[in-house]
């Protein structure tokens, strides 16, 4: 059993910055993946970002490459996710996931993810 615990997020103004972060109670194969989800009002939860957590390789969906960083903080078990230029398209509630035996294939599916965080309110204003 894995337990997340998410912080951060909160109410921000178009172009401004925000930080999330999930710590992971245990961490268990080169396989361990956490990765962010975000879902908007009436639409279907999706991929943001992942990291692998032995070689901390990051993937990013399109749509925030360049504005988001993934990163993990070994010492504390915990990633992050540091979002710039925020804009109200960001608005959601972000999830965080993890995952000890999925494949590099299936990161972006929600559906492959055994672990969930309870999510954190994340509202763009414009």
């Known amino acids: 059993q894995v337990q997340l615990v998410e912080s951060g997020g909160g109410l921000v103004q178009t172009g401004g910055s925000l930080r999330l972060s999930c710590a992971a109670s245990?961490?268990?194969?080169?396989?361990?993946?956490m990765s962010w989800f975000r879902q908007a009002p009436g639409k279907e939860r999706e991929f943001v970002a992942a990291?692998?957590?032995?070689?901390?390789?990051?993937y990013y969906t399109d749509s925030v490459k360049g504005r988001f960083t993934i990163s993990r903080d070994n010492a504390k078990n915990t990633i992050n996710l540091q979002m710039n230029s925020l804009g109200p398209e960001d608005t959601g509630i972000y999830y965080c996931?993890?995952?000890?035996?999925?494949?590099?294939?299936?990161?972006?599916?929600?559906?492959?993810?055994?672990?969930w965080g309870q999510g954190t309110q994340v509202t763009v204003s414009s």
């Open positions: 996931a993890a995952d000890s035996r999925i494949m590099l294939s299936s990161i972006r599916d929600a559906r492959e993810y055994d672990y």
């Open positions: 990291i692998n957590w032995n070689s901390r390789a990051t």
């Open positions: 245990t961490r268990t194969s080169s396989r361990f993946y």
